[in-house]
C-alpha cells in the first residue's frame, strides 16, 4: 500500500487525499495517516517543483568531473570537508556525487551560457584550494530526465 502511495505521489505530488485514497483504494483519513507516517520515517523528503532548467534561462547543462588534492597529515579540515562545505553554497551545482575511480567528484551544472559556466570554473571552481583537476562534459540532449524512483 505504501508503494501505491508513493507512486501516486511522485506522479502527482500535488493530489488531494481525497484523489490519493480513490487512486489506492484507501479512505481520506487513512491515506493522510500513512502519508504522515512516510514523511516522519523519512521516505519522503519533500515536496518540490519540478523547474526545466531551460525554462528559467539555465540553458547550458554541464557534467564536471573534480579529483581533490590528497590529503596530507596536520591539516584540522581534509580537502574533502572542505570542498563539501563550499559546494552547498554554488547555486550552479544542482547534484554532487563521491565517486569510486580516478575522480573524487561529479557535479551536476546548470548555468545560462558558456560566459556562465566559465565564470564558475575560473572563478570558484579552480579557485577552491581543495580542487587538484576538472574534467567537464556538456549535455547535448537530454534523453531521459525523471525523479520518481522505481517503487
Known amino acids: 500500500m505504501d508503494r501505491r502511495i508513493l507512486r501516486a505521489l511522485q506522479a502527482h505530488g500535488r493530489i488531494t487525499y481525497d484523489e490519493l485514497a480513490g ?3 484507501l479512505s ?3 491515506a493522510l495517516r500513512r502519508v504522515k507516517r512516510l514523511e516522519d520515517a523519512g521516505v ?3 515536496y518540490a517543483a519540478i523547474v ?3 525554462r528559467v534561462g539555465l540553458g547550458l547543462s554541464a ?3 573534480v579529483r581533490l588534492e590528497k590529503h596530507t597529515e596536520g591539516h584540522k579540515r581534509t580537502p574533502v570537508d572542505l570542498f563539501r562545505a563550499s559546494v552547498q553554497a554554488w547555486p550552479e551545482v544542482i547534484e554532487c556525487s563521491a565517486l569510486t575511480g580516478e575522480m573524487d567528484y561529479l557535479l551536476r551544472v546548470v548555468v545560462a551560457d558558456m560566459a556562465h559556466y566559465s565564470r564558475f570554473i575560473m572563478d570558484t571552481l579552480l579557485k577552491h584550494p581543495s580542487v587538484q583537476d576538472v574534467k ?3 549535455v547535448l540532449e537530454r534523453v531521459k530526465a525523471t525523479s520518481p524512483v522505481p517503487v
Do not use: K, L, M, W
Request: hydrophobic share 40%; proline share 11%; net charge negative.
Open 52 to 54: 526545466p532548467p531551460e
Open 136 to 138: 567537464t562534459s556538456f
Open 44 to 46: 519522503i523528503a519533500g
Open 63 to 65: 557534467y564536471i568531473n
Open 23 to 25: 487512486q489506492v483504494g
Open 28 to 30: 481520506a483519513s487513512a
